[in-house]
């Protein structure tokens, strides 16, 4: 449901949020990169909101031992957090909390600091076990006041426990939550290893075979095999059939025949075959160099996974469930009954769901020692389940050759069009695999719609255009008789949506164009309507992230200096305010969020303030056409002079480094996935409008754009979504990601006034001003 919440630095106000504070309490039961933004998050969202922060240092042994590992939190313990990987409070096993003295220990330890709301970040066990401790709370309680520990007063005051979870596990083996915080990182830490051995197997004609980690889950080998492409993977949800030796020698076999100069065999720890038998990386070795004789070597990747610095995406993933979850605390607070929940990801939004039904849930185990397969597949939640349905698609294309596909009389072109983006490739790939499997005739345009028009339709690799169809149609109708083309995939950005529009709007006039089209968004500016992300953008948030972090790195050993940075995007700031929260700035200017000179000044104040604490730099992010006066250069110059006496300005404009670089795991298994959803509908509607012996349909949902709308993948008339652009500034009239903008600015020290929605999102800003911090409440 929806809550408003007092603002907090309203003194009116201020007595009634107190009462529901008694105190908050952050701890982290596991290691994995990510955690640090969500330990920031909860922080500063406590403290924003009125209430204390207590660090509980190394997990459950530091709630059971009490004394110096329970430490109040304050704004600047928290700073220069965001690029650490692991966990600053530190995590540890503790077998003496699984212990009804340990637990009598903990609450005692509670009990004196006023603690009564719980924030733990772990895994399954460790939410089971902050959710008996709350269901033991008034029982523990009442033995402590029997043995004389604590007073009658100190048990009314702390009757109520209140925890809410967030899942942090490389693993990604939770159910109920699409990501965990961590597994994208470890994928990061993955795909560089597998990138690197690439080259060295392509010079050496070898064979690799990769241990990743995932004791009882697959998920990592799974995603990281999608995304470079290897040649076979094994999970233990999805265990081989009795001949896979057999098959997959005679698929390594194939491969060197054809000149591949490399395979890639990569295998979870957990693996094993049907037999629930294990399957190792010395067996598969032993098995290629005995059968086939060819050089191979295995790589265990080991903890190397969990290190690092977190990515761009596990940043914000972190900062919006910290963030949620000490909204869920306030909430929890208004109830005595309220279950305890946790914070998880579905598609695209925040979401609330209790913590033991998810914990429930989690019975893969017993299902793969029944050896009930599909069910543990099941099991593992509805994201696990579409990626492996997209790992047996491209499969049917890797394993099995081309006389066994189905063959059909269509013919499907795919081409680029707009500015490149990290993940084309993957998304090309991925579409031109499941074209076959489907039985079609694939074909590449290069060039985008100026080579369609040239003739340029070949089986050869893509290049990209920024050209429009424009006065060209009756050339591009001209090639589409030619080549019999009966379905179009576009791949692309703004560019590619208003062909699309074009080729849409033109049915009328030439019967080529009346096929089933489809567009799969493609630009790291994230600014096509439709869709809430495009193929490219993660991999560009992660260029900035990495070179902000290298910027702040840069003045670890200066004081007070703010650094102005402008990034691409257009007119959309999406990137700006993305990349800000998850690089920590200060200020982030964009042009849907109009500013003038007095927001220029309280910004300059803001940081002014900020350099008298133990924070003694700043980051200004600006989006490149934020506003036509104030320009980078403006910008710089006013802080540099306003700031005199105070601090110093350096100024970077990122440019097109942002549109380079190796795809992100995220971009590779995003386009993967949306191209071969983008095939798959392209195959449907072609049966479905094949009538007479040739391919005729005009209705408008037959020329489509594939984009994620908060929660699903959806498929939407292009001619729909005219009436929700901004054709002007090519962008669209309402986006999803503005709401973020109160939490980077609440986590930036401002003042903000904010509300939540349905959705569980922050949104609505009104005022941008210092606040004060207020000690009156404990977390």
């Known amino acids: 449901g929806e809550l408003a919440l007092a603002d907090p630095c309203d003194p009116e106000k201020q007595g009634q949020e107190d009462l529901k504070m008694e105190g908050w309490m952050v701890l982290a039961c596991l290691n994995s990169p990510g955690m640090n933004a969500a330990v920031r998050a909860v922080v500063r969202m406590g403290i924003y909101v009125g209430a204390k922060v207590y660090f509980i240092h190394e997990g459950y042994q530091g709630m059971v031992d009490g004394g110096d590992n329970i430490i109040?939190?304050?704004?600047?313990?928290?700073?220069?957090?965001?690029?650490?990987?692991?966990?600053?409070?530190?995590s540890a096993r503790c077998k003496e909390f699984r212990t009804h003295e340990g637990r009598l220990k903990a609450a005692l330890n509670l009990v004196k600091h006023s603690i009564t709301n719980l924030c733990v970040i772990g895994g399954d066990g460790s939410l089971t076990g902050a959710n008996l401790f709350r269901e033991e709370w008034s029982g523990l309680l009442n033995e402590l006041v029997e043995q004389g520990l604590v007073s009658e007063e100190e048990v009314r005051s702390n009757s109520e426990l209140h925890i809410v979870g967030m899942v942090g596990s490389i693993d990604n083996d939770f159910c109920g939550t699409d990501m965990t915080i961590?597994?994208?990182?470890?994928?990061?830490?993955?795909?560089?290893?597998?990138?690197?051995?690439?080259?060295?197997?392509?010079?050496?004609?070898?064979?690799?075979?990769?241990?990743?980690?995932?004791?009882h889950c697959g998920y990592l080998a799974m995603v990281s095999a999608l995304a470079c492409g290897a040649d076979w993977v094994f999970i233990p949800e999805m265990p081989p059939e009795d001949d896979w030796e057999d098959?997959?020698?005679?698929?390594?076999?194939?491969?060197?025949?054809?000149?591949?100069?490399?395979?890639?065999?990569?295998?979870?720890?957990?693996?094993?075959?049907?037999?629930?038998?294990?399957?190792?990386?010395?067996?598969?070795?032993?098995l290629v160099v005995r059968r086939l004789g060819f050089d191979t070597r295995v790589t265990i990747l080991g903890h190397v996974q969990r290190g690092g610095t977190p990515s761009a995406f596990d940043r914000i993933l972190a900062s919006r469930m910290g963030v949620e979850a000490v909204l869920a605390l306030l909430e929890a607070s208004d109830s005595d009954n309220t279950p305890a929940c946790v914070v998880s990801l579905v598609g695209n939004q925040a979401v609330r769901l209790p913590l033991m039904e998810c914990v429930q849930m989690v019975k893969v185990q017993k299902a793969m020692d029944e050896k009930k397969f599909e069910d543990a597949v099941r099991l593992r939640g509805r994201y696990f389940t579409q990626v492996s349905v997209y790992v047996d698609k491209l499969a049917s294309v890797i394993y099995v050759t081309t006389d066994f596909h189905p063959q059909s009389s269509f013919n499907v072109a795919v081409l680029n069009v707009g500015a490149p983006a990290a993940g084309m490739n993957g998304a090309v790939r991925s579409?031109?695999?499941?074209?076959?499997?489907?039985?079609?005739?694939?074909?590449?345009?290069?060039?985008?719609?100026?080579?369609?028009?040239?003739?340029?339709?070949?089986?050869?690799?893509?290049?990209?255009?920024?050209?429009?169809?424009?006065?060209?149609?009756?050339?591009?109708?001209?090639?589409?008789?030619?080549?019999?083309?009966?379905?179009?995939?576009?791949?692309?950005?703004?560019?590619?949506?208003?062909?699309?529009?074009?080729?849409?709007?033109?049915?009328?006039?030439?019967?080529?164009?009346?096929?089933?089209?489809v567009m799969v968004p493609a630009t790291v500016s994230n600014n096509i309507p439709g869709s809430d992300l495009s193929i490219g953008s993660d991999t560009a948030l992660n260029a900035i992230t990495d070179t902000c972090d290298r910027i702040k790195q840069s003045a670890s050993g200066t004081k007070r200096r703010v650094f102005i940075i402008e990034t691409m995007g257009g007119y959309c700031g999406y990137l700006a305010t993305v990349g800000g929260l998850a690089a920590g700035a200060d200020t982030v200017y964009i042009y849907e969020e109009p500013f003038d000179i007095r927001d220029l000044q309280a910004n300059v104040e803001h940081l002014t303030q900020k350099m008298k604490t133990s924070i003694q730099?700043?980051?200004?992010?600006?989006?490149?056409?934020?506003?036509?006066?104030?320009?980078?250069?403006?910008i710089y110059q006013l802080y540099s002079e306003e700031g005199q006496g105070v601090f110093d300005c350096r100024k970077n404009i990122l440019g097109h480094m942002q549109q380079g670089g190796a795809p992100s795991p995220f971009d590779r298994n995003f386009g993967t996935k949306v191209a071969a959803k983008a095939i798959q509908w392209v195959t449907k509607t072609l049966k479905e409008s094949f009538k007479g012996g040739?391919?005729?349909?005009?209705?408008?949902?037959t020329a489509c754009l594939l984009g994620m709308r908060r929660r699903a993948m959806v498929f939407q008339?292009?001619?729909?979504?005219?009436?929700?652009?901004?054709?002007?500034?090519?962008?669209?009239?309402?986006?999803?990601?503005?709401?973020?903008?109160?939490?980077?600015?609440?986590?930036?020290?401002?003042?903000?006034?904010?509300?939540?929605?349905?959705?569980?999102?922050?949104?609505?800003?009104?005022?941008?001003?210092?606040?004060?911090?207020?000690?009156?409440?404990d977390i």
């Open 72 to 90: 109040e939190a304050t704004w600047e313990s928290v700073s220069s957090m965001l690029q650490v990987g692991g966990t600053v409070i530190g």
């Open 182 to 215: 961590g597994t994208d990182s470890a994928l990061h830490r993955i795909i560089e290893v597998v990138d690197a051995i690439m080259t060295t197997a392509q010079s050496h004609q070898r064979t690799f075979v990769l241990e990743v980690m995932g004791r």
């Open 247 to 286: 098959v997959m020698c005679q698929k390594l076999s194939e491969n060197r025949a054809e000149r591949k100069r490399l395979n890639i065999i990569i295998v979870a720890e957990g693996a094993i075959d049907c037999h629930n038998k294990p399957i190792t990386c010395d067996y598969i070795k032993d």
């Open 431 to 517: 579409a031109v695999r499941v074209g076959i499997t489907e039985g079609h005739k694939m074909f590449a345009v290069n060039d985008g719609f100026e080579g369609f028009y040239k003739g340029q339709v070949s089986k050869s690799d893509l290049i990209t255009k920024q050209t429009l169809p424009g006065a060209h149609l009756d050339k591009i109708a001209e090639q589409m008789r030619i080549y019999n083309i009966n379905a179009l995939l576009v791949i692309g950005g703004f560019e590619a949506y208003v062909g699309l529009l074009e080729l849409s709007t033109a049915r009328d006039k030439y019967n080529e164009f009346c096929v089933p089209m």
């Open 617 to 634: 730099r700043g980051l200004v992010l600006r989006n490149e056409n934020c506003n036509e006066n104030f320009n980078t250069d403006f």
């Open 694 to 701: 040739r391919v005729f349909t005009n209705s408008p949902d």
């Open 717 to 777: 008339p292009v001619s729909q979504l005219r009436d929700e652009t901004d054709f002007v500034h090519r962008i669209p009239k309402e986006q999803w990601w503005l709401k973020l903008r109160p939490l980077m600015k609440i986590l930036a020290k401002y003042k903000t006034s904010y509300d939540v929605s349905d959705s569980g999102q922050l949104e609505h800003v009104t005022q941008i001003r210092p606040r004060e911090t207020k000690t009156s409440a």
